[in-house]
Nanobody, 124 residues
Framework: QVQLAESGGGLVQAGGSLRLSCAASGSIFSIIDMAWYRQAPGKQRELVAAITNDGSTNYPDSVKGRFTISRDNGKNTVYLQMNSLKPEDTAVYYC??????????????????WGQGTQVTVSS
């Protein structure tokens, strides 16, 4: 139905940059919200950036000023530009999309989708 394909993770030294991409494909009417989460071993999954359908963004203090989320609606793609990376940014990063799908009789389905995760490792 709907799949999210992530790319862009890798190994980078502290202070470096990475750009993550997440492309949604399938039966999509609209993408309401797009976000990036991360999860480090032994820790809870946490939000690192979110962007709504009107372009409003939200960041936790831990990444504010360093990370930038953006979206390309024509490509159904969300990006995460990560600058000034720190070792504590090391985690598996997951793409999240809240997607509306049009169904017969005007029924609109809203579902949450997650990407497969991409590893980001920041060395000191």
């Amino acid at each position: 139905q709907v799949q999210l394909a992530e790319s862009g993770g890798g190994l980078v030294q502290a202070g470096g940059s990475l750009r993550l991409s997440c492309a949604a494909s399938g039966s999509i009417f609209s993408i309401i919200d797009m976000a990036w989460y991360r999860q480090a071993p032994g820790k809870q999954r946490e939000l690192v950036a979110a962007i709504t359908n009107d372009g409003s963004t939200n960041y936790p203090d831990s990444v504010k000023g360093r990370f930038t989320i953006s979206r390309d609606n024509g490509k159904n793609t969300v990006y995460l530009q990560m600058n000034s990376l720190k070792p504590e940014d090391t985690a598996v990063y997951y793409c999240y999309n809240r997607i509306t799908t049009a169904r017969p009789m005007g029924v609109m389905l809203v579902r949450d989708y997650w990407g497969q995760g991409t590893q980001v490792t920041v060395s000191s």
